[in-house]
C-alpha cells in the first residue's frame, strides 16, 4: 500500500517554462513534506520542505504548494532550466520531530528540453 | 565538509551470506539513517541512530541491523541474504537530530546485487 504516490513516471519540459510536479498522499497522519532531486549516481538532494500548517513555501525558482484536504502536494519550477533534469522524490513524514522515517513516492523524472 | 561517504560502492553476495555495508558522516552528524531503494521506487526507510541507540525503524525484520560509532561512522548488517535484497542501500546523516527531516544528507549508496 504507497502512502506517498507520484503517478507520472516522467515530464518532459520545454527550457524556460514551469515544470509542475504533483504528489498525492493516503496518511493523513503525515505533517511535513519534502522533495528531494536525485542525479544519477548520486544520493538524493534537499530541494525544498512545506509544513501541514503553511500551504505554501517558496525558495528562489521552486515553490511547493500543499492542499491538505486534498492529500495533494506540488513542486512548481519557473523558469526550468536544463540542470534541473533530474528525479523528483516527493517525500514525507508522520511526526514533527519523530524518530519516523521518510515514506518517499516512487519519483518523476524531468527532462528539461532545450 | 566532505559529506557523506559510503562503502563499498558495488557488491554481490549469494543467497543466505551476511553482508555489512559501510557510512562515513560528517563531523558533528549524530543522526544516521539508512534506507533501501528497490529498482523502480523510492527509498524505504530501514532504521535510525541517534547517539548510538537506534530510535526508529520502518518495515524491515531483525536480519537487517545496525550500528552507529562514537566517530561519526555507521554500518547497516543484513543476515540471511534473500533475492530480494538486492538494491540500491542508501545511508542520510545530519547534525540537527532527528527532529529536523530538512536536514539530511545522504550518501550516494551501495548497489547490493544477491544471486
Known amino acids: 500500500d504507497q502512502q506517498v504516490k507520484q503517478n507520472s513516471p516522467s515530464l518532459s519540459v520545454q527550457e524556460g517554462r514551469i515544470s509542475i510536479l504533483n504528489c498525492d498522499y493516503t496518511n493523513s497522519m503525515f505533517d511535513y513534506f519534502l522533495w528531494y532531486k536525485k542525479y544519477p549516481a548520486e544520493g538524493p538532494t534537499f530541494l525544498i520542505s512545506i509544513s501541514s500548517i503553511k500551504d505554501k513555501n517558496e525558495d528562489g525558482r521552486f515553490t511547493v504548494f500543499l492542499n491538505k484536504s486534498a492529500k495533494h502536494l506540488s513542486l512548481h519550477i519557473v523558469p526550468s532550466q536544463p540542470g534541473d533534469s533530474a528525479v523528483y522524490f516527493c517525500?514525507?513524514?508522520?511526526?514533527?520531530?519523530?524518530?519516523?522515517?521518510?515514506?518517499f513516492g516512487k519519483g518523476t523524472h524531468l527532462i528539461i528540453q532545450p | 565538509e566532505t559529506g557523506v561517504t559510503q562503502s563499498p560502492t558495488h557488491l554481490i553476495k549469494t543467497r543466505g551470506q551476511q553482508v555489512t555495508l559501510r557510512c562515513s558522516s560528517q563531523s558533528g552528524h549524530n543522526t544516521v539513517s539508512w534506507y533501501q531503494q528497490a529498482l523502480g521506487q523510492g527509498p524505504q526507510f530501514i532504521f535510525q541512530?541517534?547517539?548510538?541507540?537506534?530510535?526508529g525503524r520502518g518495515n524491515f525484520p531483525p536480519r537487517f541491523s545496525g550500528l552507529q560509532f562514537p566517530n561519526y561512522s555507521s554500518e547497516l548488517n543484513v543476515n540471511a541474504l534473500e533475492l530480494d535484497d538486492s538494491a540500491l542501500y542508501l545511508c542520510?546523516?545530519?547534525?540537527?537530530?532527528?527532529?529536523?527531516?530538512?536536514?539530511?544528507?545522504f550518501g550516494s549508496g551501495t548497489r547490493l546485487t544477491v544471486v
Open positions: 542520510a546523516s545530519s547534525r540537527s537530530g532527528p527532529r529536523e527531516k530538512s536536514g539530511y544528507t
Open positions: 517525500a514525507a513524514s508522520a511526526t514533527w520531530g519523530g524518530a519516523d522515517g521518510l515514506t
Open positions: 541512530y541517534y547517539r548510538e541507540e537506534e530510535n
